[in-house]
């Protein structure tokens, strides 16, 4: 049972116990507590959360709206300065922030440290953007020779609402865009992951991010999530998670009875990887199995539907068990784990009631066995099965669950149809030593990250931006050139 070599500081931290609860206008709130508790042992309590009332949801936007005119109106280079400073007090912090998300969202050491990483880059990335691009209005020149001057505001209060799975670098993401370009912003956390959050909107303020500019709600959907979406004070709202959850606030958005508001959605996926007869069976199954189980296929990127052409299928499954027989699952601080555990009760009944349901109408090509220190948690057994055909699968399933479906050379044209008629478009891999396909098959793919002849989980900000298109997102990409101006206002000096 050690931990990982850099993990000396992460120790340290390992015991802790977190509280947390909602922030206004810099003041820490009280209300019911809950204890939470690790995913990887549910005996093991990790600190406290106190969601916010209906009352502090309605003083969290008063607070975030009166805020708005002054912090809209610094210099953009003076904002970026503050997210700056998040990003140094970041890193200074990486020890405790390792052992929360580790602890909290049940993440390995390498996933908690990729973690904080992409957090600090966000920072620093949309930063960099702002100060450069906001700091002077832009000159223009008219087709009549005249000069003319555009610049760019803020909107208003920004509601970001994130997910769970990136508990630290999509939370930051979303808020740090929206603060920079000038916004001010309530922030809501998945309620799994709300002592994370806490720390970061902690480190925030503590950067000089002033009391008004950012307000920090925990709580469930329901209960803060749809306050804030349908209140008419809210100028726009940065929403990552699903894809049905995107679409119910889309509708809570419409009914207002006020000016349209901006929404900008990164939701769910249905992500499917196409291999041919051409493709390196070795570096195929590598990359497969990194991409269905790695986080334990909690990453929205992640592989779900891997298309096979037949020739070679027989092979590739038998290497894809091979592999799946090497994993394992457990505790995630451990050197030796693969795969940790899901992340609460309810996804790990919501899996292993698709995977008892495919039992009687596919066949199972492989299942990870579960060790003695899996029974306190919610873990779920990496599990691969080949169906007949991508249509039994209804909707996103969000775990290490791999489905396989053969496919002849002369059907890659309906295979590329299936895929684009999901509706969804997040992510595609394909995998072939033909040029020619490989290219068609991007060319055809109606997805907004396409991989070729790698893994499928790569998103990098500033390198490689992230988001999708259809069911799959609104765009622009995340960590890419146009994600901020989403956050703002064009204003034309005629
Ligand atoms: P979720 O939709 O259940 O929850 C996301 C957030 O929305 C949470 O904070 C939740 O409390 C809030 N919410 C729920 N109901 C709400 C309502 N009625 N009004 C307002 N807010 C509400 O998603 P999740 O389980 O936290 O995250 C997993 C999902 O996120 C997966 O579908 C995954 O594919 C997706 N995801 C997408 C990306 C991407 O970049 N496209 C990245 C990460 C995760």
Partial sequence: SEWRPFSDSVKAFAQQQWQAGPIINGEKQSGEIQAVTAPYDRREVVGSIAFASAEQVEAAISVAAEAYPSWSQRPAGERAQSLVRLADLLEAHTGEL??????EAGKTIQDSIDEIREAVDFCRFYADQAATDFAEPKQITGFDGTAKLLSYQGRGVFACISPWNFPLAIFLGQVSAALVAGNTVVA?????TSLIAFRAIELMLEA?????????????????????????????????????TAQRINRSLAARDCEPATFIAETGGQ???????????????RDVVRSAFASAGQRCSALRVLFVQEDIADRITSLIKGAMDELSVGRPELHSTDVGPV?????????????????????????????????????????????????VLKNENFGPILHIVRFKASELEQVIDQINNTGFGLTMGVHSRNERTYCHIERRARVGNCYINRDQVGAVVGV???????????GPKAGGPHYLYRFTQDVFNA
């Fill in 343 to 391: 992340i609460d009760t309810g996804a790990r009944e919501k899996l292993l009631t698709h995977i008892e349901s495919l039992k009687n109408q596919a066949k199972v090509v492989a299942q990870a066995t579960l060790g003695e220190e899996c029974q306190h948690g919610d873990f779920v057994a990496p599990t691969a099965f080949e169906i007949g055909s991508i249509d």
């Fill in 271 to 285: 992500n499917a990887m196409i291999v041919d007869s051409t493709a390196l069976p070795e570096q195929v199954v």
């Fill in 98 to 103: 390792v052992a929360l998300c580790h602890r």
């Fill in 464 to 474: 490689q931006p992230f988001g999708g298109q259809g069911l799959s997102g609104t």
């Fill in 208 to 244: 000089g991010v002033p009391a008004g500019a950012i307000q920090f709600l925990p709580g469930t959907g329901a209960q803060v999530g749809a306050p804030l979406t349908s209140d008419p004070r809210i100028a726009g709202v940065a929403f990552t998670g699903s894809t049905e």
């Fill in 188 to 192: 809501k956390p998945a309620e799994q």
